[in-house]
């Protein structure tokens, strides 16, 4: 089984910049790409980004392309997510797990509040 613990959230100011982490561990290689997703109150959750373990390659969402970087260390066990020029539109919970159809248990989560 896999834990999934995301840190790095917190408050910031349009324009601002956040990098959250995402620590796994168990077997992360069941899967070969992990993604970051969001989720407001109401709204169900949304893929934001991935990147393949073997090789690198990156996917983004159209609302943050150009704008939020996701990384990966090695030792598939971290995965982080630079987000530059945020808008009041990124506040949500981020999470992080597998990209595909597999999802492992979902941690709990870090929130991202943008303020105007």
């Known amino acids: 089984q896999v834990q999934l613990v995301e840190s790095g959230g917190g408050s910031v100011q349009a324009g601002g910049s956040l990098r959250l982490s995402c620590a796994a561990s168990g077997r992360t290689d069941s899967s070969d790409a992990m993604g970051w997703f969001r989720q407001v109150p109401g709204k169900e959750r949304e893929f934001v980004a991935a990147i393949r373990w073997s090789g690198g390659r990156t996917y983004y969402a159209d609302s943050v392309q150009g704008r939020f970087s996701i990384s990966r260390d090695n030792a598939k066990t971290t995965v982080y997510l630079q987000m530059n020029n945020q808008k009041t539109e990124d506040t949500a919970v981020y999470y992080c797990?597998?990209?595909?159809?597999?999802?492992?248990?979902w941690g709990q989560g870090t929130q991202v509040t943008v303020s105007s």
């Open positions: 797990n597998a990209h595909g159809a597999l999802k492992w248990p």
